[in-house]
């Protein structure tokens, strides 16, 4: 069964680049669609972008200026970089596998707080 | 942007009634949509693909059904454990989006 695993820096100074990774176990990164998902606490979950296993991305206009999705094939990961991050970056940050189109394996996800 | 209305945003239920949760899109996406199950502390689980297909190992009382802007996910004999934040999830265009998701209480 896919396994994946969100790490990286629980809190964040404002201005600062949000940096993530997923690690991708009980299967390979090769020949799927990888999304960035986002939720705030309490609130409703939000799609970043994705990338395919070659390189290829998609990301959100809202967030594309700042986003920047890639794929290490060799060790099996994802990362997520979103730059200049305020207090509304603030949220649970989920990797996950698309299958088809929708998301059928998804990581624990990892809680990213913006503060001073 | 395509944006999903879900309708209710709440529902308190007794255990083995019926449950219907809309999903109606701003344009047409064809069968391009999903559905998750998220309970508490927890991460999405999807529950329904291409409108209508069960994901793998979700219990036959879930089933999705609908095409191009209106969805339903109905879900037969409310057990406890299905108290959960139930959302669509398009992905038809871009950017892919979701409905702002259903709470579902059990009474």
């Known amino acids: 069964q896919v396994q994946l695993h969100e790490s990286g820096p629980g809190l964040v100074k404002p201005s600062e680049t949000l940096s993530l990774t997923c690690t991708v176990s009980g299967g390979s990164v090769r020949n799927y669609w990888w999304s960035w998902i986002r939720q705030p606490p309490g609130k409703g979950l939000e799609w970043i972008g994705y990338i395919y296993y070659s390189g290829n991305t998609n990301y959100n206009p809202s967030l594309k200026s700042r986003v920047t999705i890639s794929v290490d094939t060799s060790k099996n990961q994802l990362s997520l970089k979103l730059s200049s991050v305020t207090a509304a970056d603030t949220a649970v940050y989920y990797c996950a596998r698309v299958d088809g189109g929708g998301c059928d394996f998804w990581g624990q996800g990892t809680l990213v707080t913006v503060s001073s | 942007e395509i944006v999903l209305t879900q309708s209710p945003d709440f529902q308190s239920v007794t255990p083995k009634e019926k449950v219907t949760i809309t999903c109606r899109a701003s344009?047409?996406?064809?069968?391009?949509l999903y559905w998750y199950q998220q309970k508490p502390d927890q991460s999405p689980k999807l529950l329904i693909k291409y409108a209508s297909q069960s994901f793998s190992g979700v219990p036959s009382r879930f089933s999705g059904s609908g095409s191009g802007t209106d969805f339903t996910l109905t879900i037969n004999s409310l057990e406890a454990e299905d108290a959960a934040t139930y959302y669509c999830?398009?992905?038809?265009?871009?950017?892919?989006?979701f409905g702002q998701g259903t709470k579902v209480e059990i009474k």
């Open positions: 999830h398009q992905s038809d265009s871009l950017p892919q989006t």
């Open positions: 344009q047409n996406i064809g069968t391009s």
